[in-house]
């Protein structure tokens, strides 16, 4: 299977332009030094029109080193989400032994971290799916969300109490949404 004749792989223009996005928020460009908005552009990099400040799209994130064609790091981070085993995303990719565990770590490395602490009154909830479930929490009045993937069909009695210390603060009034007969029911922890 040839990476290239992947469908579900998006352009080289569209990567750049989520990726954009996620760096400058708005998909609009800024200089990373002035913040002065509407840099000239040329080939793969931009000058501030202000401070004359020469940048690229990964300059200033953890990108900057990036070597990759944008489609095959794509690959590479579908492959690392879906959990591929790294012999695998190695066939798919096309890449070396080193370099797949390499991104694997970089990825790994630079996970946002989670900082939603559920507070007040908050509402629990789970979904159920194939071979896994999910455990949510809202903030009532808000929008915070925290959320836990367990690779299990269902959920035990450590999942939700791990859950409930890591993301829920002590003393909030937590209250679990059951739907039986397609009727809301609450029941409060």
Known sequence: ???????????????????????????????????????????????????????SLFSHTWLNSLRLPLTQWWMLLWCWTQRIPVKQSQALTHLSEKAVRHWYDQFRNHLPEEYHVLENIVQLDEAYFKNWCL?????????????DLIYQSSPGRLHANSFLFQK??????????????DKNREKTA
Do not use: W
């Not at 455990?135 to 959320?147: D, N, P, T, W």
């Open 135 to 147: 455990i949510m929490g809202k903030q009532v009045g808000s929008k915070k969300l925290a959320y």
């Open 168 to 181: 829920v603060q002590p003393g909030a009034n937590a209250t679990f949404v059951k739907c039986n007969d």
């Open 1 to 55: 299977m040839d990476m290239y004749n992947l469908r579900q792989i998006p352009s080289e223009a569209k990567i750049q332009k989520y990726l954009r996005f996620a760096i400058f928020g708005s998909g609009k460009l800024f200089c990373p030094e002035c913040q002065h908005s509407n840099p000239v552009a040329y080939e793969n990099r931009y000058r501030c029109r202000q401070c004359r400040y020469k940048f």
